[in-house]
């Protein structure tokens, strides 16, 4: 019975240990600021090849939004997001483009005529990670 049990606790040990072995960080990021609370967040995680791993919706309380993804590996990641203040899915513009919805980009970068380059959102994740991010509004 005790050969049992020790082989238990080395499997759950080793399972704890490869976890760590692999990588898997968690990523919060902290959108702040935001003009309102009605509405969503919508924000889409991608890799350094811009492909997407992840879309998440985040809730807003007192004008803040907090999003937690977890089991990331280490490496580049990036991230773009927009208050979706009328709950139609979409960043709405005005008739020339703009936007008319609070957005936003990982590491805060800024576009001028345009988003930012995507090699400018880029950041590496190498251990659990928080991120502040006040949007253009």
Same mark, same amino acid.
């Given at each position: 019975m005790s050969v049992l049990i020790l082989r238990i606790a080395l499997l759950?040990?080793?399972?704890?240990?490869?976890?760590? $072995?692999? %990588?898997?960080?968690? #990523?919060?990021?902290?959108?702040?600021?935001?003009?309102?609370?009605?509405?969503?967040?919508m924000l889409e995680l991608m890799d350094s090849e811009r492909n997407t791993l992840e879309r998440v919706v985040g809730q807003i309380q007192n004008k803040r939004s907090t999003i937690t993804i977890d089991s990331l590996?280490?490496?580049?990641?990036?991230f773009r997001?927009?208050?979706? $203040?009328? %709950?139609?899915?979409? #960043?709405?513009?005005n008739w020339v483009g703009m936007p008319t919805e609070p957005y936003g980009f990982s590491n805060n970068v800024v576009g001028s005529f345009g988003p930012p380059a995507f090699e400018r959102w880029l950041f590496d994740l190498r251990s659990n990670k928080e991120m502040i991010c006040k949007p253009e509004i």
């Open positions: 759950i040990m080793f399972g704890f240990a490869s976890q760590n $072995i692999m %990588g898997q960080h968690i #990523l919060t990021i902290k959108i702040m600021n935001l003009p309102e609370n009605k509405g969503k967040i590996a280490k490496g580049q990641y990036a997001y927009f208050h979706d $203040i009328d %709950g139609d899915g979409e #960043l709405n513009t």
